[in-house]
């Protein structure tokens, strides 16, 4: 007797398909209404309301306005972007080689280091970056050994309270997402494509530009989208070892709704940050999308 | 084997291969050969590197738990315990812990059960309207917890609303931003499921439930339980959420970032984020090996019996 | 002068393996294997999964390194060169052609590599295609084509380089029956056309030839020839070995002239039912009937001899004879002594469980 081959791909419609997906739905899709989109649209309606208190105070779009024209805003928008994105150029340039490493060079130590990032992405997040803490601070290890070591005589300034402290932390903190996706990828690759292009004469280099990024550019797009977005919103982080200098919008959302108790800018400020994400999320979904291959 | 060839120049020569003494499947390591530019010890100072970026800071951690100074830093003052003490006396940390426990305890047995009612649902049934559904139970994934939080917050203090922040709250939105994240996992081990499994059973005269229970549950249970562990991490170690709608009180993230922002006695939050970290390692190993343990097992469909009569 | 142009002195194609032995930890793939192809030649190498064939030809493609012995090309010895620098160019199984590239991308990357001219680079590409019929396909993707187009994609991808020697991994296995025969026929033929030596490995299409005269017992055993017979070499005369049984029963083969038994085998077409004079010779041996098979243009009567062996024997069903063959019935067969083909001295291997496809 044959096996029975696996049937994978969208389930099979039942019989009263729609109203036994309506019993089990029902719960979920009702809780996620709730708790997720009134929330939502109550802060839509929160950032137009004249005053954020009343809601029956009438629209306006000023607080938009304000978010918008606010120069401090600017500057912060500005900085986040650019850490975020140091940040990102950075990951990539450690993730692309490790998710490599791991899928062609690692052998045996493929799923130990596997497990290395999911375990260390799991524990808890204050305590990573309180770590940095000291590992960056004026009396850190970092300086402890400059100083020890008669490399320098003072602290080292720059590494705590500063974009550097920022990318650092990010950079430490969104590493595992940034390398599963891109060696999934990888792993995916035939790996007969590599031999056949080393018969016709390619070396290490045409390898990886011609075959091995192209091939795993859909991860690369997809870690993109998993660790961007939360890099520009994250307020942790900075929270924790950025100085006034490199202040990042999450941090800014958090002053003006829990510090400064204005709704009305915080909330237009929080659905501006939604939009763009959004946006954002979006437009790399398009490009990981364009780029996947019909193999 | 002897030289030469048999039949003419030209022609579709058959020649057998000399069997060699190895007749098991011989597998060859990859045939790309091993550039001499990169080392064995450069890749290795690679790697460890990224350990390094990954786990020393948390060594660090559990190396300083142990120093006698209120200083957090070397040079090393010798070696103490009464970090670990202070902690379980410190009476916020210990409110804060006991948040945390209840907090994810209550929001991991919630997420399981919707989590997988959801991959159910959007797994087995087809209907219009289905992939807006898988939208919006992703939506929480792909959001911000930014934007969550705050607009959790704003909700909740709402006027029309106006309910008092606290446990419930946190328990609330906690439960929303984690459950996709159970229904993705169990969903993914639903659709290697083969339906004819479950269809035999129907066929032996199985009724519904029977087949939930014998055949269905039993294939999906490693998933559900994986699932349920990342579930409580995540809802312990979750900051933003809770941070936003827990109001006045904490939970143990909440409880280390107001520790390390405004206070002295910082060697307390090494200790007890040691022990918590030690917990949580193995909480997630355990997970993983859950994970692993059924998906060698058997593959889906696969026929175990013994072949019966003739190949 | 070789079909390649090159005469006997010339040693363009040619490869030698000088004692190549490849091991892999504890197994040993090739054991101290010597042997030439010479330029221009098409040769096969055929056996059983696990045989060593593959890891030969990575051997010869420079993708294992022999773990004692010489690999030489063309008379130079390329034991340690590596494989983008052999002049030979491998055909993979699964074709390994680059997804993300179009076609003409594909054939165009080995001679970019090696710095060709873009005008050299697109003119070779488009002899090639043409070559292999595939014109007009330059800017489609390995996945819009169908299986045997992306074979000869692979090939003109290989062949564009103008190698010396041509190495196929079982390129026919992922194709249909049909296609199968034809790509063999079309290999054949761009062999021919480009004088270049294809070294080809396969577990199947075992031509006639080899079904017909297989070269060793082994080869024989494993492409399912049946009637396989050890004959015990008991006088010898006339040019024949010749094997009593008693009874005027005996069993001929042309004598090898090797000394001791042989091992041979009969077509069971040429085994004929006995009625009546048996000339000296030939073979003529009675046995029983085990079973009757009927397969609707021939009838496939499975004999058992005195001395142990089943053979096998067709008899064309061309007449409805009043006495049709039962198991159990006494028959006594004949074939002609030069129907025994000797397949090597020694035992013959025992016969195969299951018979291997051949096409």
């Not at chain 1, 108790?261 to 959004?278: E, K, Q, R, Y």
């Not at chain 3, 084509?145 to 994609?153: E, I, M, T």
Request: some cysteine; overall charge neutral.
């Amino acid at each position: 007797m044959a096996a029975v081959e696996a049937t994978v791909g969208p389930a099979r419609p039942r019989r009263g398909s729609r109203g036994g997906a309506f019993a089990i739905l029902f719960a979920p899709v009702s809780l996620l209404i709730v708790l997720f989109l009134v929330p939502m649209l109550l802060m839509v309606q929160v950032s137009t309301l004249v005053d954020p208190f009343d809601p029956s105070s009438g629209s306006t779009l000023q607080h938009f306005a304000n978010v918008l024209t606010d120069p401090l805003n600017r500057k912060i928008a500005v900085t986040t972007f650019l850490i975020a994105s140091t940040a990102m150029v950075l990951m990539l340039a450690v993730a692309i080689p490790l998710a490599s490493f791991m899928v062609f060079r690692a052998g045996k130590w493929e799923l130990p280091l596997l497990l290395a990032l999911v375990v260390a992405d799991e524990l808890n997040p204050i305590v990573r970056i309180w770590a940095w803490r000291m590992i960056l601070g004026r009396q850190g290890i970092v300086n402890w050994f400059l100083q020890t070591t008669r490399i320098t005589d003072a602290p080292v300034e720059w590494l705590i309270f500063t974009p550097f402290a920022v990318i650092v932390v990010l950079s430490a903190g969104y590493l595992t997402y940034t390398t599963i996706p891109i060696y999934a990828a990888m792993k995916a690759i035939n790996p007969a494509l590599f031999e056949a292009s080393v018969d016709l004469g390619a070396g290490w280099w045409i390898r990886t530009r011609k075959i091995l990024i192209p091939l795993a550019a859909p991860g690369i797009f997809v870690a993109m989208i998993l660790v961007y977005v939360p890099m520009l919103t994250d307020f942790v982080s900075p929270d924790l070892v950025a100085g006034t200098g490199s202040t990042m919008l999450g941090q800014r959302v958090t002053q003006l709704i829990l510090e400064g108790a204005d709704w009305g800018n915080g909330s237009a400020l929080t659905f501006v940050l939604l939009v763009a994400t959004v946006l954002l999320s979006l437009l790399a979904f398009r490009l990981a999308r364009l780029n996947r291959i019909q193999t | 084997m002897d030289g030469g060839l048999a039949g003419g120049e030209g022609g579709l020569v058959a020649e057998a291969a000399r069997p060699a003494g190895a007749r098991a499947a011989v597998s060859a390591p990859a045939g790309v050969r091993v550039r001499r530019g990169v080392t064995l010890g450069g890749r290795a100072l690679f790697i460890l590197a990224v350990l390094a970026i990954l786990f020393g800071p948390l060594l660090i951690l559990v190396v300083f738990s142990f120093n006698d100074s209120t200083i957090l830093s070397f040079p090393w003052a010798g070696f103490t315990t009464r970090w670990y003490r202070q902690a379980f006396e410190d009476p916020q940390l210990r409110t804060a812990l006991l948040n945390s426990i209840v907090v994810s305890f209550i929001v991991a047995p919630l997420c399981l059960v919707i989590g997988t009612l959801t991959a159910f649902g959007l797994t087995r049934f087809r209907f219009r309207g289905r992939g807006a559904i898988a939208g919006l139970v992703g939506a929480p994934l792909v959001l911000p917890w930014l934007v969550i939080g705050i607009a959790a917050l704003l909700a909740y203090r709402h006027q029309w609303v106006d309910l008092d922040l606290g446990l419930n709250t946190v328990v609330a939105t906690q439960v929303i931003c984690t459950f996709p994240l159970v229904t993705a996992i169990v969903a993914a081990q639903l659709f290697r499921f083969d339906r004819l499994q479950e269809e035999a059973a129907v066929d032996l005269g199985c009724s519904r439930l029977q087949v939930l229970r014998h055949v269905i549950l039993p294939h999906i249970a490693p998933a559900v339980a994986a699932g349920a562990i990342f579930a409580l991490t995540w809802s312990f170690n979750n900051f933003e959420i809770s941070f936003f709608t827990i109001g006045f009180q904490q939970t143990f993230p909440i409880w280390v970032y107001s520790t390390v922002r405004d206070s002295e006695h910082l060697p307390v939050v090494n200790a007890i984020s040691t022990v918590i970290s030690v917990v949580q390692v193995l909480l997630i190993w355990a997970a993983l090996k859950l994970m692993r343990a059924r998906g060698g097992a058997t593959a889906p469909g696969v026929d175990t019996r013994p072949a019966r009569g003739a190949a | 002068m070789n079909p390649n142009g090159s005469t006997a002195e010339d040693r363009t194609g040619e490869i030698e393996l000088e004692r190549v032995v490849k091991a892999f930890g504890e197994v040993t793939a090739v054991d101290d294997v010597s042997f030439t192809i010479r330029g221009g030649e098409f040769f096969s190498l055929l056996g059983p999964s696990g045989c060593g064939k593959t890891t030969t030809l990575r051997l010869i493609a420079g993708f294992e390194e022999p773990t004692s012995g010489r690999i030489l090309l063309q008379g130079g010895d390329v034991t340690r060169v590596p494989p983008g620098k052999r002049n030979v160019n491998m055909v993979f199984q699964a074709y390994a052609l680059f997804p993300h590239m179009t076609v003409a991308e594909n054939i165009g990357f080995g001679p970019k590599i090696h710095k060709l001219g873009k005008a050299e680079v697109a003119e070779r590409t488009f002899d090639i295609l043409r070559v292999v019929q595939l014109e007009g396909m330059e800017d489609r993707r390995p996945g819009q084509l169908s299986g045997g187009q992306q074979q000869r994609v692979a090939l003109a991808r290989a062949l564009v380089n103008h190698p010396a020697a041509l190495l196929l991994d079982e390129p026919l296995g992922a194709l249909d029956l049909k296609l199968r025969k034809e790509m063999q026929l079309e290999l054949k033929a761009l062999q021919a056309r480009t004088g270049t030596t294809f070294v080809y490995v396969t577990q199947l299409a075992t031509p006639k030839e080899l079904y017909q005269r297989p070269a060793t017992a082994f080869v024989a055993g494993f492409i399912g020839v049946s009637n396989l017979i050890t004959l015990r070499a008991d006088r010898r005369e006339d040019g024949l070995v010749v094997m009593d049984l008693g009874e005027g029963e005996r069993i001929l083969a042309p004598d090898p002239g090797t000394g001791g038994d042989v091992s041979i085998t009969v077509r069971p077409e040429w085994i004929k039912l006995a009625s009546g004079e048996v000339g000296p010779r030939a073979s003529h041996v009675s046995g029983t009937i085990a079973d009757v098979v009927y397969l609707g243009s021939l009838t496939q009567l499975l004999i058992d001899l005195r001395t142990g062996e089943r053979l096998s024997v067709h008899r064309l069903n061309d007449e409805i004879s009043a006495e049709e063959p039962r198991p159990g019935d006494r028959i006594v067969l004949h074939w002609a002594a030069e129907h025994s083909y000797v397949i090597g001295s020694g035992v013959a291997p025992a016969g195969p469980q299951e018979k291997v496809e051949t096409t």
